[in-house]
Nanobody, 121 residues
Framework: QVQLVESGGGLVQAGDSLTLSCVASAHSTYNILWFRQSPGKERQFVARIDYTGHVISYGASIKDRFTISRDNAKNAVYLQMNVLKPEDTAVYYC????????????????WGQGTQVSVSS
């Protein structure tokens, strides 16, 4: 089974940018999704991209600040995050799925371990 590893998180200031990576252990044609979870809150859909890179969608809370992309030669998906805000502080997870079933995190069962993003004001 494909394994996912996220990286790129860290502590930044409001207004900064950060790029997260999700690297798969093997080639696949999965959709890759990003979610995030803050303490005490539900896991929230951030973005997804299909294998071709042409079908992309974002969660409503992102509002054009984030960009998802992928490099299939590297089995990698990236999440470029700009103009970060304190409310973006969360653990960011990537998930893989053959079919994009929607924004409910409970639909997916293949996850990475997460990477922490902390944004100070």
């Amino acid at each position: 089974q494909v394994q996912l590893v996220e990286s790129g998180g860290g502590l930044v200031q409001a207004g900064d940018s950060l790029t997260l990576s999700c690297v798969a252990s093997a080639h696949s044609t999965y959709n890759i999704l990003w979610f995030r979870q803050s303490p005490g809150k539900e896991r929230q859909f951030v973005a997804r991209i299909d294998y071709t890179g042409h079908v992309i969608s974002y969660g409503a809370s992102i509002k054009d600040r984030f960009t998802i992309s992928r490099d299939n030669a590297k089995n990698a998906v990236y999440l470029q995050m700009n103009v970060l805000k304190p409310e973006d502080t969360a653990v960011y997870y990537c998930a893989a799925a053959e079919v994009f079933g929607g924004s409910n995190w409970r639909l997916y069962d293949l996850w990475g371990q997460g990477t922490q993003v902390s944004v100070s004001s």
